[in-house]
């Protein structure tokens, strides 16, 4: 498991395996959040398969999916939400971990600068400079 940190709250990851999941919460994290549709390709672990997973260590696990490189403002304030209603570390997952990282960035729960979520990103191993001016806006 490839957990890489955007700040002390948040991980994002790569897909998981439903047993990667185990001795999350030993490690402070309360969360999950899946940001993949279900189904998405094929050999993705099932949904319910994750879910399940994820109850069994005592985790609440949310989905919240996006796709297509389109990020809904509803999305956006679920993940904000999630965040924000969360005690404890989130973990965020999808494909590369791309996409939980740029939620995050948008949802923008610590009122950071476009800058300090850029570098945050960045630090993390994801370029979202192309987002910048979504960031900028709001939008």
């Given at each position: 498991?490839?957990?890489?940190?955007i700040?002390?709250?948040l991980?994002?990851?790569?897909?998981?395996?439903?047993?990667?999941?185990?001795?999350l919460?030993?490690?402070?994290?309360?969360a999950?959040?899946?940001?993949?549709?279900?189904?998405?390709?094929?050999?993705?672990p099932?949904?319910?398969?994750?879910?399940?997973?994820?109850?069994?260590?005592g985790?609440?696990?949310h989905?919240?999916?996006?796709?297509?490189?389109?990020?809904?403002?509803?999305?956006?304030?679920?993940?904000?939400?999630?965040?924000?209603?969360?005690?404890g570390?989130?973990?965020?997952?999808?494909?590369?971990?791309?996409r939980?990282?740029?939620?995050?960035?948008?949802?923008?729960?610590?009122?950071?600068?476009?800058?300090e979520r850029?570098?945050?990103?960045?630090?993390?191993?994801?370029?979202?400079?192309?987002?910048?001016?979504?960031?900028?806006?709001?939008?």
């Amino acid at each position: 498991m490839e957990l890489r940190n955007i700040d002390a709250t948040l991980a994002v990851a790569p897909q998981m395996q439903p047993e990667e999941l185990a001795g999350l919460a030993a490690q402070g994290f309360a969360a999950v959040i899946c940001n993949r549709p279900d189904g998405e390709e094929p050999g993705q672990p099932p949904l319910d398969e994750m879910r399940r997973a994820a109850q069994e260590e005592g985790l609440a696990f949310h989905h919240v999916p996006v796709a297509g490189g389109l990020f809904p403002p509803a999305a956006v304030a679920a993940f904000a939400a999630i965040r924000r209603g969360t005690q404890g570390k989130v973990l965020a997952y999808c494909r590369t971990g791309t996409r939980s990282a740029t939620l995050d960035a948008l949802a923008n729960i610590h009122g950071l600068s476009v800058e300090e979520r850029l570098a945050n990103a960045k630090a993390a191993g994801y370029d979202l400079s192309a987002l910048a001016d979504r960031m900028a806006t709001g939008d």
